[in-house]
Each structure stands twice: as structure tokens, then as C-alpha cells.
């Protein structure tokens, strides 16, 4: 029998649509089209009239449905508006909302990396979103997810009350930040919700809706957002406890403690662990207190006061893991080494100098660690530090900004020291000192992630150091291109009053011997786009002002 054969054809009427659709998907080459081949005719020309005459039938066949009811109106938002100036602004930078990267002049600003400060700006001054602009905003945040967190602020319940009809802005309804911008109705009035209300919200609210709600309520009354959160816990799944649980850790209490012990035994490993590190958070638990005995029995100062020893745990018996101690390493990492790390990160940092005969951070952190635990043990103290927000127990791990990399036979400081979240714990101004003293003594190379964690705008001296080491840099012929990166960040970072002294910076210098090709005009632009793009910010900051 042929492929075109109609012996056992079925009739058109009998064909279903997910029949002729797989059959076109496939091919007439790969699948018999379930459908009648009349002689001289084609197998692809008898499906296309099948699918035809299908169409017609389902068409005249389809009964009107009942309109459905209108969506509710939109809620009210009693923000502010924005000024016309950066209603305008704001227009602008939206259109020009795609994936960051220049289509523009290399000296021009790039918008779309400006669009997340200037919403971070708006929400500062409290505005809304301008309705017109909602459908924009929402088509950006969807693109990029970096501008989500404040652009969902920015709409505010009217950019939530558009995702619910549109699907593709789904996304608004599975993240929406906390904070006024996605305040229920009954808040935005600057009320405070009575129980029956919240507890409503709770129980009926989208994910992001809840996830906003228990927040606010946390930051309110944290025995309140906690007694919620209780309520609903064993119902919830295992992804939306996990989430529940992190958004304790903003405005964790000492109450919180046996919530927290309970979720030590849940049935997840990472809610688990989340519920560990945030009990390691409260000094004063019994679960810092089980830890810091352990870490004792491990760690001592030896009988001369001259040196630390550390004998690591044998084993990882039942009541370490059950207080979140993982039994089993990381590829390449010693079990033993990896069951101490926990123990010591999980420890009260206080208990060291009460252990060690009352010395302080600094005088510990420089003692010497016998039989090679030192990396170990310093690693620990460094995730306890930024766990704790230990500023000098902070500082002492970070040492001199001006110290060489690595000290003669000692392990190379990354193995154990990460600048970065060592500095998230001291004061901003500290921050910034540090950055630049650093950046003053070894330049740029090693200095991207720390001005990461930098406050914005950059407070001087941390600036001005950028400023001349990009100028240095510039003046003995660098490769350029390795600078971009922190050309980018000084653009997003530096004050915009550096503007009139960068301006001298943009003129093309002479190109010194042995300089990359091109490294003059590249600079030059560099520095064009950076005034302009500093400039640029002043102008927002001005316009939203409402100058």
C-alpha cells in the first residue's frame, strides 16, 4: 500500500485538529497525514485542505461565550507624581531600555545603565510611577531583571493590579519587593491593617504579595510577622519556607530563637541550613552556645600564650548535623578541616577573647596557628565576622590596605580573606578610607569587587583615588580595555561633582613609548563619556529634586 493510499483514510469529520497539526509539525515525509488523498492530489495539499475545511467547521461550530466580567479597578496609589522634568527623563531612558551595551557614540552615556539608579533616586523621593509609563516600566523590568526590585517599587499596586491581566508580566507576581511601593490598599493609606485584614492578606495574597506583607508586618512587630509566618509554616512548600525563613534575617530577634530550633529539624536541607546561619546570627542562642563549645574543645591557646592549636573534630556525630553541620566536604576539601570551618564560623566571636585571656580581635587574629590550620581557621573567623556584622573582628582580618599581597611563607590571603564581604561589616566611611588607601598602594588591578561593596556616590578620599589612579594609568599607556570595568562602576559610582575635574582628563593625550595602539583616543572618550555620564546623573538628581 502506498503512502497516498485512501483504503483506510478517515473522514474529514473524523480527523481531529491536534491530528493535523502533529502531521504539519512532522512532515507528509515523516508522517501519513491522517486524511483522504484524492487521486491526482498531493499528500501536503490534502492536509492543507483538511486543515481548511477544519477551520470553517470549528469556526461555525463555536458557540459565543458569555462576557466575562470587567477586572476590578485599579487601587489607588497616593504617592506623589513626578515632576514633569523627570516624567520626561524617565520616558527617555525607558525607550532606551535594552540589554546594557552602547549602539551610540563611544563618548555618549549609556542609558540603560543609568535607568536602576534612576529608579533607586525615585523611590527615595517616595514617587509613583506615572500610569501612562506602567506598561513600559513593566516590559523593562521583564527584560532585565536587575531593575525589578525598584521598578516593581516604583509602580507600586497599579504595576501589580496590570501583571494580574497580563501573562507576560508574571513575573511581577512572583517577586514583588517589599516596602510602600506594593503596599496592600488598606496600608497605602499609611494605616496599619487591623488582624482580620493581614491575616486575610496572608492566607489569600500571591506569593510576592505574602512574601511583601510578612516584611512589613516583621519590620512592624517581629513577634507579629513570626506568629504569621507560624501559622501557615507546615502548609507551605518547601522552596516558599526556604524564601519565608531569609526574610527573617533583616530583623531577626532573640525571640525568633525556638522558631528557628524547630526549623533545624525540617524536612530540607536548605531551610536547615538557613535556619543555622541564622541562629548563628543571635550570639546569646543555645544553639551559638552548642557550638561554641564544640569550637572549644577544638581550638585553645597553648600553655604559653604563644600559639594557637587546633585539634579538628574525629567525626560529625547525629547532634552536629542536626545543628546544620554538613558531614560530608566539598570535593578536594579534608572532612575534618571542613567540620571545624562550620563549628568556628558558627561560633560567638566574643567567646575567643573570653577563651584566649581577654585579647582583643587584633591580638588574636595575629597569633601564630600551629600544624598549618592557620588558612582554615582564618576563613572561619572571616564568615563569622561578616555573619555577626563584627566591625573589628572585621578589621582585624582585613589587616593594613597597604600590606604586600602575602607575607613570606605564608598562604596567599584570598585562600582565606575575602576583602569584599569583610568590608559589607564596617561603617561606609571606614569603607571608603580603605578602598583608597588600598587603591593607593596597588592600583586598580585588584580593586573591582571592592568598590563594589562601596557606598554611592563614592565619599572622597575614595573618589579622588579612582580619579588618579584612572589618570596614572592613562598617562604611562596602559592597555586601556582592562580599565573598562572600573570606568563603568566610576561612571555609576563617582559624585557627579568630579565632573569639572575630570574635564581635563578628556583632552587626547600624547602617547608615551611603548604604549598600547589606540590607548590615547580610547582614553579620551573614556573620559568624555565619564563627565558626560556624571553630568548626566546631576541632572536627574536635580529633576527629581523637582529643580
Known amino acids: 500500500m502506498t503512502r497516498t493510499s485512501t483504503a483506510s483514510a478517515p473522514t474529514p469529520a473524523a480527523v481531529s485538529w491536534d491530528d493535523l497539526v502533529a502531521a ?3 512532515g507528509t515525509e515523516r508522517r501519513t497525514p491522517p486524511v483522504a488523498v484524492r487521486p491526482g492530489q498531493d499528500a501536503p495539499s490534502a492536509l492543507l485542505d ?10 461555525a461550530g463555536l458557540r459565543p461565550a458569555p462576557a466575562r466580567p470587567g477586572p476590578a479597578p485599579a487601587p489607588e496609589d497616593p504617592r506623589p507624581p513626578l515632576p514633569p522634568a ?4 524617565l520616558a527617555m531612558l525607558l525607550a532606551d531600555r535594552s540589554a546594557p551595551g552602547r549602539s551610540g557614540p563611544r563618548s555618549a552615556p ?3 545603565e543609568l535607568l536602576p539608579q534612576w529608579l533607586a533616586l525615585a523611590n527615595q523621593h517616595g514617587y509613583r510611577a506615572p500610569d501612562a509609563l506602567l506598561p513600559t516600566l513593566l516590559d523593562a523590568a521583564r527584560a532585565r531583571t536587575d531593575l525589578r526590585p525598584d521598578a516593581l517599587t516604583l509602580g507600586g499596586p497599579r504595576a501589580l493590579w496590570l501583571a494580574r491581566l497580563n501573562p507576560d508580566w508574571k513575573f511581577a507576581l512572583r517577586g514583588g519587593p517589599p516596602g510602600r511601593g506594593t503596599a496592600p490598599a488598606s496600608e497605602s493609606g499609611g494605616g496599619v491593617a487591623d488582624d482580620a485584614d493581614v491575616r486575610r492578606q496572608w492566607e489569600e495574597g500571591l506569593f510576592a504579595e505574602r512574601v511583601s506583607l510578612l516584611a512589613r508586618t516583621r519590620h512592624r512587630d517581629p513577634a507579629a510577622g513570626l506568629a504569621l509566618l507560624g501559622g501557615t509554616w507546615s502548609a507551605e512548600r518547601a522552596e516558599d519556607r526556604l524564601m519565608f525563613l531569609d526574610s527573617l534575617r533583616d530583623d531577626l530577634v532573640p525571640s525568633d530563637e525556638p522558631f528557628l530550633e524547630q526549623a533545624l529539624s525540617d524536612r530540607s536541607r536548605n531551610v536547615r ?4 546561619e541564622l541562629l548563628a546570627a543571635l550570639p546569646g542562642s543555645a544553639f551559638a552556645a552548642r557550638m561554641a563549645e564544640r569550637s572549644a574543645a577544638c581550638v585553645s591557646l597553648s600553655p604559653d600564650g604563644g600559639q594557637i592549636t587546633v585539634d579538628a573534630p574525629a567525626q560529625c556525630d547525629s547532634g552536629m548535623q542536626r545543628d546544620g553541620v554538613v558531614p560530608k566536604p566539598p570535593s578536594g576539601r579534608g572532612e575534618r578541616s571542613w567540620w571545624l570551618s562550620q563549628l568556628v564560623e ?3 566571636l566574643s567567646c575567643w577573647s573570653e577563651w584566649f585571656g581577654g585579647l582583643d580581635a587584633d591580638r588574636i587574629v595575629a597569633l601564630p596557628v600551629a600544624d598549618g590550620w592557620k588558612g582554615d581557621l582564618h576563613a572561619a573567623w572571616c564568615r563569622a565576622a561578616v555573619r555577626q556584622r563584627s566591625a573589628e573582628w572585621s578589621r582585624a582580618l582585613l589587616g593594613s590596605p597597604g600590606a604586600p599581597p602575602a607575607a613570606a611563607g605564608e598562604p596567599a590571603p584570598a585562600v582565606w580573606r575575602d576583602p569584599a564581604k569583610l568590608l559589607s561589616a564596617l561603617p561606609p566611611e571606614e569603607r571608603a578610607q580603605w578602598v583608597a588607601d588600598f587603591i593607593a598602594s596597588h592600583g586598580l588591578s585588584d580593586a573591582f569587587r571592592l568598590l563594589g561593596v562601596c557606598a554611592v556616590p563614592w565619599a572622597e578620599p575614595l573618589g579622588g583615588a579612582v580619579v588618579d589612579a584612572l589618570d596614572i594609568a592613562r598617562d604611562a599607556g596602559s592597555y586601556p580595555w582592562s580599565f573598562s570595568g572600573i570606568m563603568g562602576l566610576a561612571e555609576r559610582c563617582l559624585d557627579p561633582a568630579q565632573a569639572d575635574r575630570l574635564e581635563v582628563l578628556t583632552a587626547l593625550p600624547d602617547e608615551p613609548e611603548g604604549a598600547a595602539p589606540g590607548a590615547g583616543g580610547y582614553w579620551s572618550e573614556a573620559f568624555q563619556r565619564l563627565v558626560g555620564t556624571l553630568r548626566l546623573r546631576a ?5 527629581l529634586a523637582g529643580g
Open 539 to 543: 541632572a536627574m538628581r536635580s529633576e
Open 110 to 112: 549609556d542609558l540603560a
Open 50 to 59: 483538511a486543515a481548511a475545511l477544519s477551520t470553517v467547521r470549528r469556526r
Open 86 to 89: 523627570a516624567r520626561s527623563r
Open 346 to 348: 558558627a561560633t560567638p
Open 24 to 26: 504539519a509539525l512532522l
Open 273 to 276: 541550613a538557613t535556619a543555622a
